[in-house]
């Protein structure tokens, strides 16, 4: 068994020793990421309990492989969790959500389907070459044309339009092969 | 989809539509499903491949949602949580106990070590998580409500303060430092401070505590954290303790930060 197998399966076992070493040999890391980013202490800790609950409510509905380590798979989750959470208090005046009935575990239950519909996106823009995953990347980070034009060595703006129109039409239709985008177009 | 169409939804999604054209838009936003599709994905492919964004989902009752709340009911996960909150606060309780103990049982190297760290002005692991702990500069007053007239100058400056660009925002902060805004003031010592402009810093906060501003009490906060960061405890502590006796600005935090400094 790999060890993400054996820490996937200790955390759908409820083997407190095993999660004990998980969180000896994680929770600085996540705690010094999210100090770094504007969060406190006790964020860590909420985000850190989150993740592993996430992990394993997703594993227990459909056994999934983690294709990097245990360890880097568990960051980046906690990492996607604080950026949900950054962004939540920031759009929070114009979130009109129904706070009181479970909105816990509707909670952890909808960060599943965005770490999934996340790791899709992020899996098909590692599929594209050369130039237009660099373009890409600075779209989507919202740099502005005339950097795009810059880096590029384009002409002008208008043919960086062109390119990154081009290469998010060659995305769009990659996502829409993967046969996990059908099950993400319904919501 | 056309390129005038991406256009378009770029613009949207950016906020660069005109009154009008945004009523135009959320019309046909309504009323054509695939528009509306192509609209989702766009602003979900915007947000989530951003490294500073994220796209947080509405939808509240989908099968697949409900799935994943039945497993989160179960016992097992209940269980899990409780699991998770036990070792969480063992966890906790250890690194306390680890921070307050070590230096009695620490080595005369690692003393040795520690001094040497010291004489060479490098603050401690310990002051740096305890500023990194403490700094929550994301509850500072915004400049621009603040701001009697509108100030674009200040408008960019706290924008390249929020992006962590110090340097850049300071230049702004000094050139508007005449005006009758004390929170300028802050935000300039901060920033110096976050450049390691030590000195610069302790005269900019001194200047706010000294000063007649409703605000000039925060000097005293902020000179803590200052000292805190260039790892000067015994200054760090006669100023809590000036903010302690004086009930000034964040005196409950003051005192919290007293004790983990014990």
């Not at chain 2, 760290?117 to 915004?142: A, F, G, H, N, Q």
């Not at chain 2, 000097?219 to 809590?240: C, E, F, H, M, P």
Request: glycine share 2%.
């Amino acid at each position: 068994m790999s060890d993400n197998q054996y820490f996937l399966n200790a955390l759908a076992n409820n083997d407190s020793k095993e999660i004990e070493k998980l969180y000896e040999n994680n929770f600085h890391k996540v705690k010094k990421f999210i100090l770094q980013n504007n969060g406190q202490s006790i964020d860590a800790e909420d985000i850190f309990q989150k993740a592993l609950l996430q992990i394993t409510v997703r594993y227990k509905k459909e056994p999934f492989t983690i294709k990097t380590n245990f360890d880097a798979y568990l960051f980046t989750v906690c990492k996607n969790l604080w950026r949900k959470q950054l962004n939540k208090s920031k759009k929070w005046v114009t979130t009109d959500k129904d706070l009181t009935h479970n909105h816990e575990d509707q909670d952890i239950a909808l960060s599943i389907l965005e770490q999934k519909r996340w790791e899709l996106f992020k899996e098909t823009l590692e599929l594209i070459t050369g130039n237009c995953k660099i373009i890409l990347r600075m779209f989507f980070n919202k740099k502005p044309y005339s950097e795009i034009v810059e880096v590029m060595n384009y002409n002008s703006e208008t043919v960086a339009r062109q390119r990154v129109f081009k290469c998010k039409a060659k995305l769009i239709e990659l996502i829409k092969k993967d046969k996990r985008f059908n099950a993400l177009k319904e919501l | 989809m056309s390129l005038e169409e991406d256009i378009l939804i770029e613009k949207f999604l950016r906020g660069e539509l005109s009154e009008k054209e945004h009523a135009k838009f959320l019309n046909r936003l309504e009323n054509d499903p695939l528009f509306h599709e192509k609209v989702t994905l766009e602003s979900q492919l915007s947000s989530f491949l951003d490294d500073n964004d994220w796209y947080s989902l509405q939808n509240e009752n989908p099968a697949e949602v409900k799935a994943y709340e039945e497993i989160i009911a179960s016992d097992e996960i209940t269980e899990l949580k409780a699991i998770l909150k036990d070792i969480n606060a063992k966890q906790q309780k250890a690194n306390t106990t680890k921070r307050i103990n070590w230096p009695l049982y620490a080595s005369a190297a690692l003393i040795a070590l520690i001094v040497s760290l010291y004489l060479i002005m490098r603050p401690s692991v310990t002051s740096e998580k305890l500023y990194s702990e403490y700094i929550s500069l994301s509850d500072l007053p915004s400049l621009v409500v603040r701001s009697t007239t509108t100030n674009t100058d200040l408008i960019e400056a706290q924008k390249l303060f929020e992006a962590k660009n110090y340097s850049e925002a300071l230049y702004i902060f000094r050139k508007n430092i005449d005006q009758k805004n004390s929170t300028v003031l802050l935000y300039k010592g901060i920033s110096e401070m976050q450049l390691d402009k030590f000195q610069e810093a302790e005269n900019t906060f001194k200047a706010l505590s000294n000063s007649d501003y409703i605000d000039a009490e925060k000097g005293y906060w902020y000179r803590a954290l200052l000292n805190l960061k260039r790892d000067s405890i015994k200054q760090v502590k006669t100023l809590l303790h000036t903010i302690t006796s004086n009930k000034y600005y964040n005196s409950n935090k003051a005192l919290e930060l007293l004790k983990e400094l014990k």
